[in-house]
């Protein structure tokens, strides 16, 4: 069915196209015909910042693209993609084969007219390994992505953003990465006093996992809000964010996961080999040495079939009694306040020795190993292949995420009560 002969249809386009230059009143009328679609080329691009698809195949005449997520080597995992498709007559179906499987190939992928505001197609249909999506464009050009793009740009725009809403704002760069690039980073620092409580909230170690910067852009933008409970939050704590930390591979479209040397969340060492990495590590140690650290939390998207978000917690044999009863109070605050449409409802997962070999370089661990024993640390993994993970249903899990922390704060995480500073008590 995809390869019908084009002959026919190219000769006529031809032949349109030179009509429609001395009447331009009959190309209007040529492109309501239900084989106008045929006759007009379509056009796939990636040359764009975050950009990923390499073409296997194109039937013009059939209005199907055939891709796979553009390889970059050394960069991890091939499994994010993001392209401009041109040549679209307006309200014509547009068909895009993506594969393979598991991690490219949402059960909706994404589409754009307008490159900024993003909605989900309609279901895909498997094919073999890969993925079929149908869709109705009404445009001539259209973006389609694996799930909604946040760019190096949005991040910077994100920060601006959160400058000019709050006064306590300052935008900094993290550091300059391998790449020569910038890492946009704001901190909301209360002017009256010297903060006794800082947190840490940072999104995208890994490259493809675009869903968690939309999920921190739906904090900072609680966090500027007018809400009283983000005031209080932000009156009364210091609080660092980093939108994307893996800017090199986001810039170019890579996936970033499992990268060489290893990716960002394996990096956590004596010697981390990227500067984000390093640079966080600096500062969490600064923050943890003033005694002001109380909770860190890093955003990631997790496997294809996971439905509802969850937390990958540090192995709880590594916590005192303290940091044992302030995770829990933690969960307990995040249940409360993520009630879905992506529910939290208390799954939890934990990343120690039998996980994997790398456990003690993931953020979390690190965190956990290296700071006062009252400090949470975890990693947050929303997931991305349902119905609800889009802008709105990410944002609204970002916001929910800050009323946790808010309602968490609620209770001095430094206090432990008679009961459980008793020496070698567990809670469990
Ligand atoms: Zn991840």
Same mark, same amino acid.
């Given at each position: 069915?995809?390869?019908?002969?084009?002959?026919?249809?190219?000769?006529?386009?031809?032949?349109?196209?030179?009509?429609?230059?001395?009447?331009?009143?009959?190309?209007?009328?040529?492109?309501?015909?239900?084989?106008?679609?045929?006759?007009?080329?379509?056009?796939?691009?990636?040359?764009?910042?975050?950009?990923?698809?390499?073409?296997?195949?194109?039937?013009?005449?059939?209005?199907?693209?055939?891709?796979?997520?553009?390889?970059?080597?050394?960069?991890?995992?091939?499994?994010?993609?993001?392209?401009?498709?041109?040549?679209?007559?307006?309200?014509?179906?547009?068909?895009?084969?993506?594969?393979?499987?598991?991690?490219?190939?949402?059960?909706?992928?994404?589409?754009?007219?307008?490159?900024?505001?993003?909605?989900?197609?309609?279901?895909?249909?498997?094919?073999?390994?890969?993925? !079929?999506? @149908?869709?109705?464009? &009404?445009?001539?050009?259209? +973006?389609?992505?694996?799930?909604?793009?946040?760019? /190096? *740009?949005? =991040?910077?725009?994100?920060?601006?953003?959160?400058?000019?809403?709050?006064?306590?704002?300052?935008?900094?760069?993290?550091?300059?990465?391998?790449?020569?690039?910038?890492?946009?980073?704001?901190?909301?620092?209360?002017?009256?006093?010297?903060?006794?409580?800082?947190?840490?909230?940072?999104?995208?170690?890994?490259?493809?996992?675009?869903?968690?910067?939309?999920?921190?852009?739906?904090?900072?933008?609680?966090?500027?809000?007018?809400?009283?409970?983000?005031?209080?939050?932000?009156?009364?704590?210091?609080?660092?964010?980093?939108?994307?930390?893996?800017?090199?591979?986001?810039?170019?479209?890579?996936?970033? !996961?499992? @990268?060489?040397?290893? &990716?960002?969340?394996?990096? +956590?060492?004596?010697?981390?080999?990227?500067?984000? /990495? *390093?640079? =966080?590590?600096?500062?969490?140690?600064?923050?943890?040495?003033?005694?002001?650290?109380?909770?860190?939390?890093?955003?990631?998207?997790?496997?294809?079939?996971?439905?509802?978000?969850?937390?990958?917690?540090?192995?709880?044999?590594?916590?005192?009694?303290?940091?044992?009863?302030?995770?829990?109070?933690?969960?307990?605050?995040?249940?409360?306040?993520?009630?879905?449409?992506?529910?939290?409802?208390?799954?939890?997962?934990?990343?120690?020795?039998?996980?994997?070999?790398?456990?003690?370089?993931?953020?979390?661990?690190?965190?956990?190993?290296?700071?006062?024993?009252?400090?949470?640390?975890?990693?947050?993994?929303?997931?991305?292949?349902?119905? &609800?993970?889009?802008?709105?249903?990410?944002?609204?899990?970002?916001?929910?995420?800050?009323?946790?922390?808010?309602?968490?704060?609620?209770?001095?995480?430094?206090?432990?009560?008679?009961?459980?500073?008793?020496?070698?008590?567990?809670?469990?």
């Amino acid at each position: 069915m995809r390869y019908i002969s084009s002959h026919r249809p190219t000769a006529f386009a031809a032949t349109t196209t030179i009509i429609a230059l001395l009447m331009p009143s009959l190309l209007a009328h040529a492109q309501t015909e239900p084989s106008a679609a045929s006759r007009s080329q379509l056009k796939v691009e990636t040359n764009f910042p975050n950009g990923s698809g390499r073409v296997i195949e194109i039937n013009h005449a059939s209005r199907y693209i055939r891709i796979e997520p553009t390889t970059h080597e050394l960069r991890g995992w091939a499994c994010w993609w993001y392209i401009r498709v041109s040549g679209i007559v307006p309200g014509e179906m547009i068909t895009i084969e993506v594969g393979p499987e598991p991690w490219a190939t949402p059960s909706q992928a994404m589409f754009s007219t307008d490159d900024r505001t993003w909605q989900q197609t309609a279901p895909g249909e498997p094919v073999g390994r890969s993925i !079929k999506y @149908q869709q109705t464009i &009404d445009a001539p050009v259209a +973006w389609f992505a694996w799930g909604p793009p946040f760019t /190096v *740009a949005a =991040a910077t725009r994100l920060v601006n953003q959160a400058k000019q809403a709050c006064n306590d704002v300052q935008e900094f760069t993290l550091c300059e990465t391998r790449g020569g690039r910038a890492v946009p980073a704001m901190r909301f620092q209360p002017r009256e006093a010297t903060p006794t409580s800082a947190i840490w909230v940072q999104a995208r170690q890994h490259a493809w996992e675009a869903g968690s910067s939309w999920v921190c852009k739906g904090f900072v933008e609680w966090l500027v809000s007018d809400d009283p409970r983000a005031a209080r939050l932000r009156g009364s704590t210091m609080v660092t964010v980093v939108p994307i930390m893996d800017i090199d591979n986001v810039a170019i479209g890579a996936g970033g !996961k499992n @990268q060489v040397p290893h &990716d960002h969340n394996r990096d +956590w060492s004596e010697q981390p080999h990227w500067r984000s /990495v *390093a640079e =966080a590590m600096r500062e969490l140690r600064r923050l943890d040495d003033t005694g002001q650290l109380d909770l860190f939390v890093d955003l990631h998207n997790p496997g294809a079939n996971t439905t509802r978000p969850f937390y990958y917690v540090p192995p709880r044999e590594l916590m005192t009694t303290l940091r044992q009863r302030n995770l829990d109070r933690f969960l307990a605050a995040s249940r409360i306040e993520m009630t879905g449409p992506l529910q939290f409802t208390g799954e939890i997962r934990e990343s120690g020795p039998e996980y994997d070999e790398g456990w003690k370089q993931i953020s979390k661990n690190w965190v956990t190993l290296n700071s006062r024993d009252h400090v949470v640390a975890t990693t947050l993994e929303i997931s991305w292949n349902t119905p &609800d993970s889009t802008i709105d249903g990410y944002q609204t899990v970002g916001r929910q995420l800050g009323l946790a922390i808010e309602r968490y704060l609620q209770l001095d995480p430094h206090k432990a009560t008679s009961q459980e500073t008793k020496p070698g008590q567990q809670i469990r």
